[in-house]
């Protein structure tokens, strides 16, 4: 899609002047009358603009949960119950691409106003281990597991805030994401708790386990330890510093004729619009073909673990970079809304001029939908050719539940047409599908939760779906572990190694 939803923050993005100063959401008492206004207000903008709101569940079903909230909300409310229920209907949507929160400035709250989980948690196969301890304790090490907080098992934390992250469909990789860093430490605050102090009982390299308490603190403080406390220096020596471009392609040199290919998302590198990422994707992956042809590769290595996604256009790109066929191939079926004209438009990502002519880029169907046009095609759907210079040995895709959005329909398309190779675990996109496009972002006029919500239904060209809310399943499943991190090791990329030799 062309924007996402990501709350995987950069480490180091962030000020370290902000001074701690008190959550007055916590609070914050909400009246029955203004939960019921900001509720309908939030129930029209799903039924007029949300073009997957029943998707996964049909309208008399949602409709009657949506009754159901409604009828909760008769009694004055703490601030955080009346976002947790909110909440739950977002994820009940079952759509990566709809949230809330519970402001608009939230990250700012999150530097300096929310006192949070200190520690860098890093999720591998339902355990916590520690990346980076945000305090001045220096017995908590990296690589120590976390077993329990204040008394809850890391497994009923994991189920609690599962409950609450937006995801598509029915996958659960995508969900891990909120065991990890400050996403974590958001979730536990929103979700299960805001205490002074954590309680915890954490597993040691040695096998032996101890209790410790640490600090609830802004993120600042905890960024700023990162940083300071010694036992964190391998880690943010190997982890803690960010690529200079998002896009690099490389030469293995213990794999001969083989390239690894890695993109951190396609979010167009300053792009300002669809046409502007693709003349930026498509010089890049000209440059990239020539070198492979230069230097002979016949197996290409595609890296998008954690590509949260970005502009459509890009991923269409690199499908034609990669295409097996001679032949032109559709991307996506189709892509609908189910209004040209509601007022929540107003509050879209749109630019003036295209709200003005959403009229025109949208077909009106029997069924009271809108079918985007696909350029001169009009219903389509666009057909792509292959790039005359594509790639045309063998490829070699890494994905996981962190490769999303536009990341997810590229996977999806590729692999209904045989592109490659896929390895990995599921991904963090519906095959058939989700929703985005663009998106209406607005505040409750009440309580002042930011929601957002996308006004595209996505519908891919990948044929018969036989597990409806599912990701791309990979043809070799593959996790990471803790010896990898500890370690700074690759045990996948030696898999496929191992692959590209035994071919």
Same mark, same amino acid.
């Given at each position: 899609?062309?924007?996402?939803? *990501?709350?995987?923050?950069?480490?180091?993005?962030?000020?370290?002047?902000?001074?701690?100063? @008190?959550?007055?959401?916590?609070?914050?008492?909400?009246?029955?009358?203004? $939960?019921? =206004?900001?509720?309908?207000?939030?129930?029209?903008?799903?039924?007029?603009?949300?073009?997957?709101?029943?998707?996964?569940?049909?309208?008399?079903? $949602?409709?009657?949960?949506?009754?159901?909230?409604?009828?909760?909300?008769?009694?004055?409310?703490?601030?955080?119950?009346?976002?947790?229920?909110?909440?739950?209907?977002?994820?009940?949507?079952?759509?990566?691409?709809? #949230?809330?929160?519970?402001?608009?400035?939230?990250?700012?709250?999150?530097?300096?106003?929310?006192?949070?989980?200190?520690?860098?948690?890093?999720?591998?196969?339902? #355990?916590?281990?520690?990346?980076?301890?945000? @305090? =001045?304790?220096?017995?908590?090490?990296?690589?120590?597991?976390?077993?329990?907080?204040?008394?809850?098992?890391?497994?009923? *934390?994991?189920?609690?805030?599962?409950?609450?992250?937006?995801?598509?469909?029915?996958?659960?990789?995508?969900?891990?994401?909120? $065991?990890?860093?400050?996403?974590?430490? /958001?979730?536990?605050?929103?979700?299960?708790?805001?205490?002074?102090?954590?309680?915890?009982?954490?597993?040691?390299? @040695?096998?032996?386990?101890?209790?410790?308490?640490?600090?609830?603190?802004?993120?600042?403080?905890? /960024?700023?330890?990162?940083?300071?406390?010694?036992?964190?220096?391998?880690?943010?020596?190997?982890?803690?510093?960010?690529?200079?471009?998002?896009?690099?392609?490389?030469?293995?040199?213990?794999?001969?004729?083989?390239?690894?290919?890695?993109?951190?998302?396609?979010?167009?590198?300053?792009?300002?619009?669809?046409?502007?990422?693709?003349?930026?994707?498509?010089?890049? $992956?000209?440059?990239?073909?020539?070198?492979?042809?230069?230097?002979?590769?016949?197996?290409?290595?595609?890296?998008?673990?954690?590509?949260?996604?970005?502009?459509?256009?890009?991923?269409?790109?690199?499908?034609?970079?990669?295409?097996?066929?001679?032949?032109?191939?559709?991307?996506?079926?189709?892509?609908?809304?189910?209004?040209?004209?509601?007022?929540?438009?107003?509050?879209?990502?749109?630019?003036?001029?295209?709200?003005?002519?959403?009229?025109?880029?949208?077909?009106?169907?029997?069924?009271?939908?809108?079918?985007?046009?696909?350029?001169?095609? +009009?219903?389509?759907?666009?057909?792509?050719?292959?790039?005359?210079?594509?790639?045309?040995?063998?490829?070699?895709?890494?994905?996981? +539940?962190?490769?999303?959005?536009?990341?997810?329909?590229?996977?999806?398309?590729?692999?209904?047409?045989?592109?490659?190779?896929?390895?990995?675990?599921?991904?963090?996109?519906?095959?058939?599908?989700?929703?985005?496009?663009?998106?209406?972002?607005?505040?409750?006029?009440?309580?002042? *939760?930011?929601?957002?919500?996308?006004? /595209?239904?996505?519908?891919? =060209?990948?044929?018969?779906?036989?597990?409806?809310?599912?990701?791309?399943?990979?043809?070799?499943?593959?996790?990471?572990?803790?010896?990898?991190?500890?370690?700074?090791?690759?045990?996948?990329?030696?898999?496929?190694?191992?692959? *590209?030799?035994?071919?």
């Amino acid at each position: 899609m062309r924007l996402t939803h *990501i709350f995987l923050f950069t480490l180091f993005a962030c000020s370290l002047a902000a001074q701690p100063v @008190t959550d007055t959401l916590q609070t914050n008492v909400l009246q029955p009358a203004d $939960m019921q =206004a900001d509720f309908r207000y939030f129930r029209r903008l799903l039924e007029e603009t949300h073009p997957g709101l029943y998707r996964y569940t049909p309208k008399p079903v $949602m409709q009657a949960k949506l009754d159901s909230l409604a009828g909760t909300l008769t009694k004055p409310m703490p601030f955080y119950d009346f976002f947790r229920t909110i909440e739950s209907l977002v994820a009940d949507i079952r759509c990566a691409h709809t #949230h809330a929160l519970p402001a608009k400035n939230w990250e700012s709250l999150f530097n300096s106003h929310w006192k949070t989980f200190p520690l860098f948690m890093f999720p591998i196969q339902n #355990h916590s281990y520690i990346l980076f301890n945000g @305090t =001045a304790n220096e017995t908590i090490k990296p690589g120590f597991e976390l077993l329990r907080i204040n008394g809850h098992s890391m497994e009923a *934390i994991r189920q609690r805030l599962f409950r609450y992250h937006w995801d598509d469909g029915y996958i659960q990789t995508s969900k891990q994401a909120v $065991m990890q860093g400050q996403l974590f430490a /958001l979730f536990y605050y929103w979700f299960m708790e805001q205490p002074d102090v954590f309680h915890l009982t954490l597993r040691k390299l @040695t096998g032996d386990t101890i209790q410790v308490d640490v600090p609830a603190q802004p993120f600042t403080t905890s /960024l700023r330890f990162y940083k300071k406390n010694p036992v964190n220096k391998q880690m943010i020596g190997w982890y803690g510093k960010n690529a200079k471009h998002p896009w690099r392609l490389s030469f293995p040199n213990d794999m001969p004729r083989t390239a690894l290919l890695r993109l951190d998302s396609f979010g167009g590198e300053g792009a300002k619009n669809s046409d502007e990422a693709v003349v930026l994707f498509r010089a890049f $992956m000209d440059k990239a073909m020539r070198q492979l042809a230069k230097k002979g590769i016949r197996n290409l290595i595609v890296d998008l673990n954690n590509n949260p996604g970005g502009w459509d256009s890009q991923g269409i790109e690199l499908f034609s970079y990669l295409m097996k066929s001679d032949s032109a191939a559709a991307y996506y079926e189709r892509q609908y809304s189910v209004t040209d004209s509601s007022e929540f438009i107003q509050f879209s990502d749109l630019s003036e001029q295209d709200r003005k002519n959403v009229k025109n880029e949208l077909i009106p169907e029997s069924d009271g939908t809108f079918t985007l046009k696909q350029g001169d095609v +009009g219903r389509g759907p666009r057909r792509y050719l292959p790039k005359p210079n594509r790639f045309r040995g063998q490829v070699y895709i890494f994905m996981n +539940g962190r490769s999303a959005s536009t990341a997810s329909e590229f996977l999806a398309v590729a692999h209904a047409n045989r592109v490659g190779v896929f390895l990995g675990e599921e991904s963090g996109g519906a095959y058939e599908g989700g929703n985005g496009g663009s998106f209406i972002h607005l505040e409750l006029p009440h309580s002042k *939760i930011y929601v957002g919500s996308p006004l /595209l239904y996505y519908h891919n =060209a990948v044929g018969e779906v036989t597990k409806k809310g599912r990701g791309t399943m990979p043809d070799y499943a593959l996790d990471i572990t803790i010896d990898d991190v500890l370690n700074h090791t690759n045990s996948r990329l030696d898999f496929v190694k191992k692959l *590209i030799l035994e071919n």
